[in-house]
């Protein structure tokens, strides 16, 4: 890996001050550590937060004219996209300081000036640590565990956002729930060790297949899995179900126990709504349902809309 490449890396540093001299201290501090961005108004600092690429943490002073510290946390604390940047309030220690007011805002943390360096660095390293952790949490409590693709409470999350998108925009959303055929057979002929890796192939194979970023797969429980199709009329779903079916029989996982097929095969539920005011959710997935058991009871590894 390059230098360069290495330095990419590094956590992004908003210093917001309107003293040259202080920029100028902290920047000297943390330069090594750190990309840094810097801001001499609280207005500044709010169109930097709110760029492309965001800081990941962000000094402030408090007395600056204008938008003060205090105004410019209330600011960020309050949108959505940058309410979880950690934010530290660098003050002077004669500088009247109330403390309870920044916490209350949603600040991690004050640093009173002069400032112990060794002190100031610690403490920001353990203020980005704890935003990884906390980032590392909320994404694993979206992931199921053993296939590594989104879980059923992160499709529950997905399904409302795009059902509420369509219904502004008036277009068409499909949704497909997939189950793997006879798979307590499978698990009962070839141990939950060999089902497991059955579930990581068939979970693998499914991402694989969606094209579109907005196109999304979950498992939905068990041997059940459920895509997302927006933007999608009843045709252009069936085609994803059909290259779905053949992905997984090309896999040619053996399932000799099987009532089907040699291998491993699927059963597919369809369905397409235009969402409309009144409606929910719930009437497009239990529509896929129903369709997923009438390709059960029609025999298996097939698709029904």
Not at 23 to 29: D, F, K, V
Not at 79 to 100: Q, Y
Request: glycine share 4%.
């Amino acid at each position: 890996m390059s230098h360069s490449e290495r330095k990419d890396e590094r956590a992004k540093l908003l210093i917001v001050d309107d003293s040259k001299q202080n920029i100028e201290l902290l920047m000297e501090l943390f330069r090594d550590d750190y990309k840094i961005a810097v801001a001499k108004s609280g207005q500044r600092a709010l169109k930097i937060a709110l760029s492309e690429v965001p800081p990941d943490i962000i000094l402030t002073d408090i007395l600056m004219p204008e938008m003060d510290g205090y105004e410019l946390c209330r600011n960020l604390k309050e949108n959505s996209a940058t309410k979880d940047i950690p934010l530290i309030f660098v003050t002077a220690i004669s500088e009247e300081m109330d403390a309870s007011r920044g916490f209350a805002l949603g600040a991690v943390d004050y640093i009173t000036k002069p400032f112990n360096p060794l002190m100031v660095k610690a403490r920001v390293k353990l203020h980005l640590d704890l935003k990884r952790k906390q980032e590392l949490l909320e994404k694993y409590a979206f992931i199921d565990a053993l296939t590594e693709i989104p879980n059923r409470r992160r499709f529950d999350e997905v399904i409302a956002r795009e059902w509420n998108r369509a219904l502004r925009a008036g277009y068409s959303i499909s949704l497909m729930i997939i189950d793997i055929d006879h798979f307590k057979l499978y698990n009962d002929t070839y141990g939950h060790g060999k089902g497991d890796n059955c579930l990581r192939m068939v979970a693998a194979t499914l991402a694989e297949v969606m094209r579109r970023s907005s196109d999304f797969v979950a498992r939905y429980g068990g041997e059940e899995f459920v895509v997302i199709l927006p933007d999608s009329d009843l045709p252009k779903a069936l085609e994803t179900a059909k290259n779905i079916q053949d992905k997984i029989d090309a896999l040619a996982i053996a399932h000799e126990s099987s009532l089907v097929a040699d291998h491993v095969t699927f059963s597919i539920g369809a369905s397409t709504i235009i969402p409309e005011e009144g409606k929910y959710p719930r009437e497009l997935i239990e529509a896929a349902d129903s369709k997923l058991y009438e390709a059960k009871s029609s025999g298996r590894h097939c698709i029904c809309s």
